[in-house]
């Protein structure tokens, strides 16, 4: 959600889902998997609609370093960019971690990642 024509910034400047094009979606794929991914203030609003809500997290210094060394995303590389990282890490993360089901803390290998969102998916009641 956070590409542009998913996302936008409001008129107090905070950056929010377009409630719109998010609402019409989850309506539109209600009986079809879907994975929302993204970080804005009024997501909450959608978690009634969601079976399951998962953080991804990392320690800060592992994420410095994915920032630093990631070729795909200039974001990152310059040290305000760093700070508002951090700041979000210790600000917005707890309050994310609140609100999801669960928590997966990425510093394991990438399949793992997946299997255990695939172990969390499979524990879901049926439809």
């Known amino acids: 959600m956070d590409e542009p024509?998913?996302?936008?910034?409001?008129?107090?400047?905070?950056?929010?889902?377009r409630e719109d094009r998010v609402q019409?979606?989850?309506?539109a794929l209600r009986d079809e998997d879907?994975?929302?991914?993204?970080?804005?203030?009024?997501q909450g609003?959608?978690?009634?609609?969601?079976?399951?809500?998962?953080?991804?997290?990392a320690p800060a210094e592992v994420i410095v370093e994915r920032l630093r060394t990631r070729t795909n995303n200039p974001y990152g590389k310059?040290?305000?960019?760093?700070?508002?990282?951090?700041?979000?890490?210790?600000?917005v993360e707890p309050l994310l971690r609140k609100g999801a089901d669960h928590e997966i803390v990425t510093t394991i290998p990438l399949d793992a990642v997946v299997a255990q969102i695939v172990k969390i998916l499979e524990a879901l009641?049926?439809?």
């Open 45 to 57: 609003k959608f978690y009634p609609q969601l079976d399951a809500v998962i953080l991804l997290s």
């Open 78 to 91: 310059h040290p305000d960019e760093v700070a508002a990282t951090l700041d979000n890490l210790a600000t």
């Open 5 to 17: 024509g998913w996302s936008e910034y409001d008129a107090d400047g905070e950056w929010v889902w």
């Open 125 to 127: 009641p049926s439809p």
């Open 34 to 42: 879907l994975f929302v991914s993204g970080c804005a203030i009024n």
């Open 24 to 27: 019409e979606v989850l309506s």
